[in-house]
């Protein structure tokens, strides 16, 4: 995308309404606190938002950098239409500048190549429903930049039947939050960290935006679980784990689940090494003496870890083994087959078969 200059002539370019003129004759991208403030033609830290025509405009709407259909418990949503396969995608770039990036090569593209294939809203549902998925989830990188496409594809799924999931780090300003939320039935946040210096310093953002993101979701109709990526050095001291969890329990109550996942080497971070196992068992151990009831280890084989046990009768109601659901038992409404406790999240029928497959698809441009 470096090479083209941003042109609304571009069929993937399309306005957006989220900014405003500055006096000093530049304009402000309101969607994220970067408050990216833009001269014409400029493009924001995001990369695919920019200013063109005196407006800013998105310029990856109806591109993608591919399609891939994955277990839910991959997003990871553990008490989300469990089991069922879901249509994953992104776009390319992001608002965040994470130096331990897992996804860096989409996140940080400024090839127009990175988005290769297209898809209208209208194929997108019409390939997830053709392969059975119960969901659509913008991940790999971050949705809040390309909202406007991501709400248009919720859409369609959702007249098809099939929810939409946010995978997002949850920077966004309120207004745009409102509004994106709106049309999302699930979503996972990531918490990088609990403390401002990790934020600045690895993330290159602020905490208090992401913990009024997890506020906001906590009042709407959105189910949401938190992921936090533990790595060794940076956000693993019993202490920080300790204070998120108190945040969390304050703030959110005990039945969001929380889910603690290994790091591996990647981007600018390749010199940390691999987040133990036992470090993540240590973080979930933190968070249930804090009194959450829903804590996971991710990335990992830790059948133990990735287990949900009824707070009712201690019942094992879900066994896990990374992507895998071993042993089911809840009835289709989400209850305890033994004692009948509402396990919180969103259930309708019986568990899913999809397993810890992994499927590359590509979206036929049928639609409209
Ligand atoms: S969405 Fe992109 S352009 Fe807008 S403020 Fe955030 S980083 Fe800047």
Known sequence: MTAEPLSLADPYTVPTSHWHALPDGRIQCDVCPRACRLHEGQRGLCFVRGRVDDQVVLASYGRSSGFCVDPIEKKPLNHFLPGTPVLSFGTAGCNLSCRFCQNWDISKSREIETLSASASPAALAETAQRL????????????????????????????????????????????PRAEFYAHMDAANIDLKAFTEEFCRKVTAARLEPVLETLAF????????????????????????????????????????????????????????????????????????????????????????????????????????????????????????????????????????????????????????
């Open 132 to 175: 059975g998925c119960r969901s659509v989830a913008f991940t790999y990188n971050d949705p809040v930049i390309f909202m406007e496409y991501a709400m248009d594809v919720a859409d369609a799924c959702r007249e098809r039947g099939i929810r939409a999931v946010a995978v997002s780090a949850g920077y966004m300003n309120a207004a």
């Open 217 to 368: 979701l906590r009042d709407s109709p959105v189910w949401f679980e938190i992921t936090t990526l533990v790595i060794p050095g940076h956000n693993d001291s019993d202490a920080e784990i300790g204070q998120q969890c108190d945040w969390l329990l304050a703030n959110l109550g005990p039945d969001v689940p929380l889910h603690f996942s290994a790091f591996h080497p990647d981007f600018k971070m390749r010199d940390i090494p691999r987040t133990p196992a036992a470090t993540l068992s240590r973080a979930r151990r933190i968070a249930v003496e804090a009194g959450l009831r829903y804590v996971y280890t991710g990335n990992v084989h830790d059948p133990g870890g990735q287990t949900t046990s009824c707070p009712g009768c201690g019942t094992a109601v879900v066994v896990r083994d990374w992507y895998e659901i071993l042993d089911y038992r809840l009835d289709p409404a989400g209850r305890c087959a033994g004692c009948g406790y509402a396990v919180p999240g969103r259930y309708d029928g019986p568990a899913g078969t999809w397993g810890r497959r992994r499927l590359p698809v590509s979206v036929v441009a049928s639609g409209s």
